[in-house]
């Protein structure tokens, strides 16, 4: 499985939390007390997104962080990027990345078209739709799902009642 960090997991909260008001600067206390991530994680994953060039800190007693761009600017891949590094399936789907089976590999031009499929799906995903507090809507990379997707996604998330069954 696939999996992102609890670290990423928390950057995104973090990042959605600061786009629902993108015109207000926060603390560390302010956004720990709101998201319920303890303070020194919250102020590293806040050092690690201003890296990233995704927030900007300003200093003194009215000081805090706030957004570098607007919401509607960042993206799933940018947040991901700045806490994880560069996104990439397998070391070889990545730029730079050496792979000492080159010679006889037969699949590494394919994992870079996976990684670069999720890379577009992640481009396409704004903060400004990760804070939204509803699920997203998506059809494939980002754009409006067809009537019948959505009914299809709204039947998959009913709960299906379980039956007992007997046997023999």
């Known amino acids: 499985m696939l999996k992102l960090s609890k670290l990423t997991d928390y950057a995104a909260v973090v ?3 600061i786009a629902r008001t993108p015109d207000q600067l926060f603390t560390a206390s302010d956004i720990a007390d709101h998201v319920q991530i303890p303070k020194p994680t919250v102020s590293k994953t806040l050092k690690m997104l201003q890296k990233g060039g995704l927030l900007i800190s300003h200093r003194g007693a009215q000081g805090g962080y706030g957004l570098a761009r607007a919401p509607q600017q960042i993206t799933a891949s940018d947040i991901i990027d700045a806490i994880e590094g560069p996104f990439g399936m397998t ?3 990545q ?20 990684s670069l499929a999720i890379r577009q799906m992640l481009s396409s995903i704004t903060l400004v739709q990760l804070a939204q507090k509803e699920p997203l809507q998506m059809g494939w990379f980002g754009h409006e799902p067809r009537p ?10 009913q709960e299906i009642p379980l039956v007992a069954l007997s046997g023999d």
């Not at 990345?97 to 996976?114: F, K, P, S, Y």
């Not at 019948?148 to 998330?157: M, N």
């Open 15 to 17: 990042m959605a939390h």
């Open 91 to 93: 070391e070889c789907s």
């Open 95 to 114: 730029e730079d990345a050496l792979c000492n089976l080159q010679e006889t590999c037969g699949v590494a031009d394919n994992w870079q078209r996976v």
């Open 148 to 157: 019948e997707q959505v009914a299809d996604q709204r039947s998959a998330q």
